[in-house]
Structure formats: C-alpha cells, structure tokens
C-alpha cells in the first residue's frame, strides 16, 4: 500500500514531457501482476495498452474514436471501437483479472452503471478521473464565477465530452453506494506526483488533480 | 475511360475456360475415391481435385503458412498473371514481397473453392460418371464444405496449423467457418467486410442473379455446355446487378456523376448513354469471359445458406467458445451489402467470448469492393496485425 513502493519518475503527467510514459499509466502498470488479463475502457491512442504488454499483460482495449481505434489496431493492439456506456453489457461476468478505466469516468452518460459494469467483468479494476474538488477548480468557480478549465481539461462547458464530473470524496461515496471496496487509493498533484498518503481525505480532495482508485467488489 | 465493349457480343473464351475448370494453370490436389468429401447436403464427392496457388517459403517449422480464402468471383490466383484474362492477381496490391502478406516472410496458399470454376471440382468440372460436365447435376455445396475442402489441402501440405486465414466477402465468410470448426488450426484470423449469416437483402440480390442467368435461354437448364451455347447474357445482368452491391451510391457518383460516355447529348435511345450504364456493361461482359454461370449458382447458393449461429444452437457466441485465435476484424463505412453493423455482432460474440480481437472500421466512400482497392489505412492494419500475431507465433522477423 505504501506509495514508496512505487517507481515513479517525477516529471508530471503531460506526454510531451521527458520520460516514455505517463506517470498516471506507469501508476496503473505498477498496480497489475504480470500475465494478467486486462481491459482498457476508453484506451485513446493505446499507450497504456503498449506500456502493460511491454510488461507481459494481456491487455485489450475498448475505443470510441475511429481514428483512435484504428491507431491502435495499427500498432498491433488488441482494440475495438466500442462504448463504455453500451458495449460493456456484452462481456461475460469474471472475463477479466483487471478492467481499466482511465480518465473516462467522467465522460460516460452513467458513471454508475459503467462502474458496476467494470466489477461484474474484471475482479478488480483501477480507476482514474479528474478530481473536480481540485483547489485550481474550486477558485475559478468561486472567484472567476466561470466553469473551470485547466491544463489537462481545456475545453469550454459547451463543447466538453465531460459530462459527469466529480471529486474524489463524490467518488468515495458513490463506491460506498454500490459496495465496491477500495483497495488502493492514489491522488496525483498537477504535476503527476502522488500527494503524501498520511495526509487527512479533504486534503487530497483539495490538492488532488487527479484521483487514481484500484477496487474490488465488497462482501 | 477506357475503351468500353458492348454486351451484346463478349469475346468468350469458352474453351480455355473449360480447360481450365478441368486442367487448372497452378497446382492442383488430386483426392481419390478412397477420400471423398462429405458433404452438407449428405453427398459424398468422390474423386475430386482442389486447385491451388503457393506463393513464398513454408518455413521449418511450418509455422508461417497463411491461408487466403477468395471471394465470390475470385480464383487462386491471387499473386500472379491470370491465365484467362492476362490481367494481374486479384490481391496484388496485398499480397507479395515487403506488402502487408509478405511472401519473404509468410507461405501464401490460396485455393479455387468447391463449386468454383478454376479448377476445382464443380459444376463446371467433367463429371467422371458421364464424361460430360456436372451442370446441375453438381450437389449444392456450403461454406462449410468449402472450408472441409480446404483442411485436406492443408493436411496434404503437411501444416498442422495456419499461422493466418484471411479473406473478405465470401472469403471473410470461409475464415470465420474455419475458427467456428478447426480454431485449434487457425492461429490468427482476419475476417473482412463480411458477416457469420447472409442477410435477407443479400440473399434476395443473389436471387436476382441466378433468376437473370436462368431466364437466359441459352442457359437451357444448366446444360448450355452440351449444347455449345453459353447464357452470357444472364451471367452478365447477374454480374452488373452484383457489381452495384459492391460499389456505393458515393462511389459511383463520384467516378460518374450523370456524365455521357463518348457523347454531349442523349440518343433518346437503350444505348448506353451514360458512363455508368457502359461501365457496368464492360464489367458484365468482360465477367462472362472467365466465369462459369452454372458456378455462379452454386456459389451464390452457398453464400445464403451461410448462418453459424443457427450451427450453434442459434447463439453465435457459442460458436466460439474457449476460442485462443487472435482476431482482426475489419469492416468498411461505405458498404452497405456486409454493413459495420455485422461486424459488429461478430465482435460482441467473440467478447463474449473473452476472444482476443481486434476491430477496426475504415473510412472510404469505396463500398464494398474497398477491401481489394488501394486502402493505405488498411493495408496498415493487416500489417500491424501480421507483425503483432507473428511475434506471439515465434515468426522471426523481416530481415
């Protein structure tokens, strides 16, 4: 559980910076034995995907865009253009030792069903999102009176995919909901560092960019 | 636009083509009556002769033989000048040195199908118990028995297992029979603009095609060899109508339009006014020269029985149970005869399951026909495929 375990390189978490990968995918690699069998949902361009077969996982993927699906078949990934929402229903129970869903959360028409989703077809999976309780967040709503923008979501109210945000301490409560046991939990800073572990909840709900969440199903 | 002909009048090469239904220009298996093929229908054919292509090196280890399975119309010869018309192999924009099937580094086999006309046994064939041709006396043949067919070849070859079967259409059909009957033969599968059952439109297309053939008086029941005569009319009306199905609204308007062939102004007459009416007739009767119409029956015939579910107890997942073959399939937006949404279901039912697939949808206003056209993105795909499969088989790479 400590976070000391992990190799984490210390640049942030945009792509262009130095380093192969992101620190987010290198934090869900580090979270899933070898030879498992994984599920991306919503997989992009397939770079975690590449990062967890370079490490001997199975991994598929499931895609919305053509244009990403068709990327990742290019590089001779295991990926098909589906829909979180819609497409999870036809995975049998158990087909999975991890279902990953990275960043997509929040995107997904209903995040509850999709995460019940994710726990009848993998008998774990990790979750990451974007921690709307971010101070960054909070103080453009209440300062600047307008909805928040940031590096890693620069799209305005009107055109962003994102349409079911939450913070980490929503997330925690809705997991209690549907009985879903958190195993591990990670929030990363803006710059993809995790924040310490023996700090107090709202302070990762408040300096938290990002949360990362490996779960099981509850008793 | 190339000169056009008229299709009153082809230039039928009937008897080269006879010849060849019977002394095919490539190898040929022979089998004996000691090995029939059972077929569906409950017949077995016996003796019979499967024609085939090999293009490449099987290597050592007989791991790195790649089946392609041809579509409707298609033939062996997929890499080679065809030994009717002259022109160049079907597939030669995919298959051959440094392309995505690369035959310096895999063992391309491809085979005639049972039923077809290129070789091997069917109606077309000389039926040994008259020494005249099977016309319709020929038993109906399924993908099924077109894919038995095939394992004996294979068997013959010496090859335990297929590293790769790949086909489109009618092909892409006979790939997926052989992962629902043999998936421990088939180490990869590539599946293209296809689907696990023909539908009602398309069965009812084909309806339309043996009709025009059989509504041809030189047709004379089938046996139109007997009496030197050939129904290239009702083959060709057979092929203009399939020949739409495979292209798309888009396409032809895009290489057409309304445009006139060769004149400013309509003849307010039945010729072919239009660029599109003399393409179609060029392609019907430029058809006609190298198929057998008798074959088109049986071809088409097998393509509307094809359903693998309704083999399966009606649930297509079940037909690919416990399955360990690597999938790709691949679908085109613009065709609408084997439409995305067939795919698919294929897709969902090999998730279900838990099979390792791929599937990618290409974008081209092409239509059906796109899998044999210069596609870059796809051909991109098959390559990435190939590699990635190749490296889990232990295929040593390029170079």
């Given at each position: 559980m400590?976070l000391?375990?992990?190799?984490?390189?210390?640049p942030g978490?945009a792509p262009?910076?130095?380093g192969?990968?992101r620190?987010?995918?290198?934090?869900v690699a580090?979270?899933?034995?070898?030879?498992?069998k994984?599920?991306d949902?919503?997989c992009g361009?397939g770079e975690l995907?590449q990062l967890?077969?370079s490490r001997?996982i199975?991994?598929?993927?499931?895609?919305l865009?053509r244009?990403?699906?068709?990327?990742?078949?290019a590089?001779?990934?295991a990926?098909?253009q589906?829909?979180?929402?819609?497409?999870?229903?036809n995975y049998p129970?158990?087909?999975?030792?991890?279902?990953?869903?990275?960043q997509?959360?929040?995107?997904?028409?209903q995040p509850?069903?999709?995460l019940?989703?994710?726990?009848?077809?993998?008998?774990r999976?990790?979750v990451?999102f974007?921690n709307?309780?971010?101070w960054?967040?909070?103080?453009?709503?209440l300062?600047?009176?307008h909805?928040p923008?940031?590096?890693?979501l620069p799209?305005?109210w009107?055109?962003?995919?994102?349409?079911?945000?939450?913070?980490i301490k929503?997330?925690?409560?809705?997991c209690d909901?549907?009985n879903?046991?958190?195993?591990r939990?990670?929030?990363?800073d803006?710059y993809?560092?995790?924040v310490?572990?023996n700090?107090?909840?709202?302070?990762?709900n408040?300096f938290g960019e990002?949360g990362v969440?490996?779960?099981?199903?509850g008793? | 636009?190339?000169?056009?002909?008229?299709?009153?009048?082809?230039a039928i090469?009937i008897?080269?083509?006879?010849h060849?239904?019977d002394n095919?220009?490539?190898k040929?298996?022979?089998?004996g009556v000691?090995q029939p093929?059972?077929?569906?229908?409950?017949?077995d054919?016996?003796?019979?002769?499967?024609?085939?292509?090999?293009?490449?090196?099987l290597n050592?280890?007989r791991?790195?033989a790649?089946l392609?399975?041809?579509?409707?119309?298609?033939?062996?010869?997929?890499?080679?000048t065809?030994?009717?018309t002259?022109?160049?192999?079907?597939?030669?924009?995919?298959?051959?040195?440094?392309?995505?099937?690369?035959?310096?580094?895999?063992?391309?086999?491809?085979?005639?199908?049972?039923g077809?006309?290129?070789?091997s046994?069917?109606?077309?064939?000389?039926n040994?118990?008259t020494?005249?041709?099977?016309?319709?006396d020929f038993p109906i043949?399924?993908?099924?028995?077109?894919v038995?067919?095939?394992t004996?070849l294979i068997?013959?070859l010496?090859i335990?297992?297929?590293?790769?079967?790949?086909g489109?259409?009618?092909?892409?059909?006979?790939?997926?029979?052989?992962t629902a009957a043999?998936?421990d033969?088939?180490?990869?599968?590539?599946?293209?603009?296809c689907?696990?059952r023909?539908?009602?439109q398309?069965?009812a297309?084909h309806e339309?095609g043996?009709q025009?053939?059989?509504a041809?008086?030189?047709?004379?029941?089938g046996?139109y060899?007997d009496h030197n005569?050939?129904p290239h009319?009702g083959l060709?009306?057979?092929?203009m109508?399939?020949?739409?199905?495979y292209?798309s609204?888009?396409?032809?308007?895009?290489?057409?339009?309304?445009?006139m062939?060769?004149?400013?102004l309509p003849?307010f007459?039945?010729?072919?006014d239009?660029?599109v009416?003399?393409y179609l007739?060029y392609?019907?009767?430029?058809?006609v020269e190298r198929?057998?119409?008798?074959?088109?029956?049986y071809?088409?015939?097998?393509m509307d029985?094809?359903?693998?579910?309704a083999?399966h107890?009606?649930?297509?997942?079940?037909?690919?149970t416990?399955?360990k073959?690597?999938?790709?399939?691949?679908s085109?937006?613009?065709?609408?005869l084997?439409p995305t949404?067939?795919?698919r279901a294929?897709?969902?039912?090999?998730n279900?399951s838990s099979?390792?697939?791929?599937f990618?949808?290409?974008?081209t206003d092409?239509?059906?026909d796109?899998?044999?056209l210069?596609?870059p993105?796809?051909?991109?795909?098959?390559r990435?495929?190939l590699q990635?499969?190749?490296?889990?088989?232990?295929?040593?790479a390029?170079?």
């Amino acid at each position: 559980m400590a976070l000391q375990e992990q190799m984490l390189p210390l640049p942030g978490i945009a792509p262009d910076r130095t380093g192969k990968y992101r620190t987010d995918h290198l934090l869900v690699a580090g979270m899933i034995e070898s030879g498992s069998k994984v599920l991306d949902v919503g997989c992009g361009d397939g770079e975690l995907l590449q990062l967890l077969e370079s490490r001997g996982i199975d991994g598929r993927g499931i895609e919305l865009s053509r244009a990403g699906v068709n990327g990742c078949v290019a590089k001779g990934l295991a990926v098909v253009q589906g829909d979180a929402d819609t497409d999870l229903v036809n995975y049998p129970d158990d087909a999975f030792d991890y279902v990953i869903l990275s960043q997509t959360l929040q995107a997904t028409r209903q995040p509850k069903v999709v995460l019940e989703n994710l726990l009848r077809i993998g008998r774990r999976a990790i979750v990451s999102f974007p921690n709307f309780g971010f101070w960054k967040m909070r103080l453009q709503l209440l300062v600047g009176g307008h909805m928040p923008r940031t590096e890693n979501l620069p799209a305005t109210w009107y055109d962003t995919a994102n349409i079911h945000f939450c913070t980490i301490k929503d997330f925690v409560e809705l997991c209690d909901a549907i009985n879903v046991k958190m195993e591990r939990a990670v929030a990363l800073d803006l710059y993809g560092r995790p924040v310490p572990l023996n700090l107090p909840w709202w302070v990762w709900n408040m300096f938290g960019e990002q949360g990362v969440f490996l779960l099981s199903r509850g008793k | 636009m190339t000169e056009l002909k008229s299709i009153v009048s082809p230039a039928i090469q009937i008897d080269d083509r006879l010849h060849e239904a019977d002394n095919p220009s490539s190898k040929v298996a022979k089998f004996g009556v000691d090995q029939p093929l059972k077929l569906d229908c409950g017949v077995d054919l016996a003796p019979f002769q499967i024609a085939y292509q090999t293009y490449g090196e099987l290597n050592a280890e007989r791991s790195n033989a790649i089946l392609v399975c041809h579509a409707l119309t298609g033939d062996q010869h997929v890499f080679n000048t065809h030994p009717i018309t002259g022109k160049p192999g079907w597939w030669d924009t995919m298959v051959g040195p440094g392309l995505p099937l690369d035959t310096s580094q895999y063992f391309i086999i491809c085979s005639n199908v049972i039923g077809g006309c290129m070789g091997s046994t069917g109606p077309a064939s000389t039926n040994p118990a008259t020494g005249k041709p099977w016309g319709l006396d020929f038993p109906i043949i399924t993908i099924p028995d077109m894919v038995r067919a095939q394992t004996l070849l294979i068997d013959r070859l010496g090859i335990e297992t297929l590293f790769c079967v790949v086909g489109g259409s009618m092909g892409g059909m006979q790939v997926l029979q052989w992962t629902a009957a043999y998936p421990d033969r088939v180490f990869s599968a590539l599946p293209i603009a296809c689907s696990t059952r023909h539908s009602a439109q398309n069965i009812a297309f084909h309806e339309l095609g043996r009709q025009a053939i059989m509504a041809d008086p030189d047709w004379r029941g089938g046996r139109y060899v007997d009496h030197n005569a050939h129904p290239h009319r009702g083959l060709a009306v057979a092929r203009m109508a399939g020949h739409i199905t495979y292209l798309s609204d888009a396409a032809l308007h895009r290489k057409f339009g309304r445009r006139m062939q060769d004149r400013e102004l309509p003849t307010f007459s039945f010729d072919a006014d239009f660029q599109v009416e003399s393409y179609l007739r060029y392609q019907g009767s430029s058809f006609v020269e190298r198929f057998d119409a008798n074959s088109y029956l049986y071809l088409t015939r097998a393509m509307d029985y094809f359903d693998i579910a309704a083999d399966h107890g009606g649930k297509l997942a079940k037909a690919f149970t416990g399955i360990k073959t690597r999938f790709c399939v691949v679908s085109f937006t613009s065709d609408w005869l084997f439409p995305t949404s067939e795919s698919r279901a294929l897709v969902h039912a090999l998730n279900a399951s838990s099979a390792r697939v791929s599937f990618a949808e290409i974008e081209t206003d092409r239509g059906h026909d796109a899998f044999l056209l210069d596609v870059p993105e796809f051909f991109d795909i098959t390559r990435a495929f190939l590699q990635s499969a190749g490296k889990a088989r232990g295929l040593k790479a390029d170079g």
